[in-house]
């Protein structure tokens, strides 16, 4: 799979928006990672696609079609009823409703399906397919009911080809190209236009005299958690167990091995018989009908089994030949691993001259 730029460059938050920032930041780079060894560069993906509906987390382009991803990476259990995202946290009794209804902020569904629709009128397309894929190994998704996406799913069971190929969409590959390009230039465009928005906006109204900018109040969504208690739970005694015990407990017997296999070998100056294959030596190697050449060999020490056009001959030794035609002759030799290896000599047959 091949990654497009980033349509919208992570900048380092601060502040109270920290977890909820840094937090979709490592979802989406654990996608890209699944994604990349899923598919191959036939496809593109587009992070952090801006439209006038909104952000789309990810654009996956490909042969199949157009694929509108949004990212969630939290932890807990998840109940989906159709537009409605219960999720309870692992360290509070208390239900998160992630609905248009409930809340003032849009559910993952509804965010996906309304910036799709306006991708699918920018691109010109018949369908954009949408999928909301949670990227935490520690959620649980207890339910999914009437989904109003193509998928609901953990990374571990998403599976961009099969949604796709339920559309029956085939796209070429410079059709994939300008799909990726039209992305880029109207997240630009949009761009541009909340930028220059936001600049009337700041000219028309102006601060008062004395005015001193204070931190603007935490959100009302379920990802708002206190830095500290992020940086806290950023310690894991699992991963300090693998990094600092179960790695070197695997690592130490392995090289151990490796050094009574190889040291021994290096030492005494021999190599494998990879760095040395067989030699087959033909002298003369162009004789007249009824003379005669002699056909010798160099093989690896290791060598099991030797043999001459079918015929097993000695490790070390010669043989003499009187062929009447010209004629090759293969030594093929078989290592103590059962590999073989070959080479190759041609005794050619000259006839006798008329005096």
């Not at 248009?100 to 369908?127: A, C, F, H």
């Not at 190929?165 to 590959?173: I, N, S, V």
Request: net charge positive.
């Amino acid at each position: 799979m091949r990654t497009g730029q980033r349509i919208s460059k992570p900048q380092r938050p601060v502040g109270y928006d920290e977890l909820a920032r840094w937090s979709g930041i490592d979802g989406e780079r654990r996608l890209k990672r699944r994604l990349a060894a899923y598919l191959t560069d036939e496809w593109h993906l587009y992070e952090g696609y801006l439209s006038s509906k909104g952000e789309i987390d990810a654009v996956l382009v490909g042969p199949l079609g157009v694929l509108a991803i949004e990212i969630k990476n939290v932890k807990g259990s998840l109940v989906v009823d159709g537009d409605n995202y219960e999720l309870t946290r692992p360290d509070e009794e208390v239900y998160y409703m992630l609905d248009g209804g409930q809340t003032k902020q849009r559910s993952p569904s509804e965010q996906v399906s309304e910036t799709s629709e306006s991708l699918r009128k920018t691109l010109g397309l018949p369908y954009v397919a949408t999928a909301v894929v949670f990227t935490n190994r520690d959620l649980i998704v207890k339910s999914v009911k009437k989904r109003t996406v193509d998928s609901v799913s953990k990374l571990g069971n998403f599976q961009p080809r099969s949604i796709l190929q339920k559309q029956g969409t085939r796209l070429t590959e410079e059709q994939c190209i300008e799909i990726g390009q039209r992305l880029v230039a109207d997240h630009k465009a949009t761009d541009l236009r909340r930028a220059e928005s936001k600049a009337r906006s700041q000219q028309a109204t102006p601060p008062p005299i004395g005015y001193q900018q204070t931190a603007p109040p935490p959100p009302r969504h379920y990802a708002a958690t206190p830095v500290r208690q992020y940086k806290a739970a950023r310690f894991s005694w699992r991963r300090l167990l693998k990094r600092f015990i179960t790695v070197p407990l695997v690592l130490s017997p392995l090289a151990i091995i490796l050094s009574l296999i190889y040291l021994p070998q290096y030492l005494s100056g021999t190599d494998s018989p990879a760095t040395h294959p067989p030699v087959l030596i033909v002298t003369p190697n162009t004789i007249r009908r009824g003379g005669y050449a002699t056909l010798s060999w160099q093989v690896p020490s290791d060598a099991k089994k030797i043999t001459l056009n079918n015929e097993v001959v000695q490790l070390y030794g010669s043989k003499t030949v009187s062929p009447r035609t010209t004629t090759t002759y293969r030594l093929v030799v078989t290592d103590s691993n059962g590999i073989e290896q070959f080479s190759e000599g041609t005794v050619v047959v000259q006839s006798n001259l008329r005096r």
